[in-house]
């Protein structure tokens, strides 16, 4: 039986950057991924539906907030955590620079294809938007087979805004990796390496050509976040404890 991964991701551009993430976890997990914007309690939902108790949980961006909840409130549904492009928020926020905020206060009155196109260069390393623009062109069309939702976008940055786990980390009991690129404009990788200095145990990797979509930007970054959860994968015959009448049975 493969361990399940509840993989939690944003509503815009990062969605689709989080697909790239989910093929890679496909090949040796079994992948729950909520739709939408999910809460903590939706997301824990989704894995009740699936009969699950414990699972891996890996965040990106907004999910990675998610995650954090995720992992303080309910540390027993936790096996191993992975925190991508991530803050804790509160007095460990670092800021990005003034045109990025005001870029983020912009983008929810773009239409939605217009917008896709203008977080490219807020969203990918510099190296990938002039070298592998059809990679970026993958990311759109995969985040473009499904409408976007503005009032979701909305719903995301404001519970962003309000994002502080920054005096509750040592709530968090996983092993935990956290994975930053070191040219993320959006969230400077100084969140990721306070994130990563808060949380007991954590491993930080940051990444070097890689910005707020690493996943795109640096390929070999899925196969480590791959490996990070095998390692703390439970044997076979105790792999995530699932609920319902097969448990029992």
């Known amino acids: 039986m493969r361990s399940p ?7 815009g551009l990062t969605a689709a950057v989080t697909h790239r993430a989910i093929r890679a976890l496909q090949s040796s997990f079994s992948v729950i991924q909520p739709r939408g914007v999910p809460t903590p309690e939706d997301a824990l939902a989704s894995l009740d539906a699936a ?5 891996h949980v890996v965040g990106v961006s907004f999910g990675a907030s998610v995650a954090q909840e995720i992992a303080i409130r309910h540390p027993a549904r936790v096996n191993a955590l992975v925190l991508g492009s991530s803050t804790a928020g509160g007095e460990l926020y670092a800021p990005p620079e003034p045109a990025v905020r005001e870029f983020v206060r912009r983008l929810g009155e773009l239409p939605a294809e217009e917008g896709l196109w203008a977080s490219v260069p807020y969203l990918y390393a510099a190296s990938t938007w002039r070298r592998h623009a059809p990679l970026i062109g993958e990311d759109i069309a995969e985040r473009l087979r499904e409408p976007l939702d503005p009032q979701a976008y909305r719903r995301q940055l404001g519970t962003a805004r309000a994002h502080d786990t920054a005096a509750r980390l040592s709530g968090i009991t996983s092993p935990t990796l956290v994975i930053h690129g070191k040219e993320d404009r959006l969230l400077p990788v100084e969140n990721g390496r306070r994130l990563a200095k808060a949380v ?8 070097p050509g890689g910005a707020h979509a690493f996943a795109t930007d640096v390929p070999s970054a899925n196969r480590e976040l791959v490996s990070f959860l095998l390692e703390h ?11 319902g009448p097969a448990a029992r049975a």
């Open 5 to 11: 991964v509840l993989v939690l991701s944003g509503v």
């Open 51 to 55: 009969g699950v108790e414990q699972a």
């Open 200 to 207: 007991a145990g954590a491993r930080f990797m940051p990444l």
């Open 233 to 243: 994968s439970p044997r076979r015959g105790s792999a995530a404890r699932r609920t």
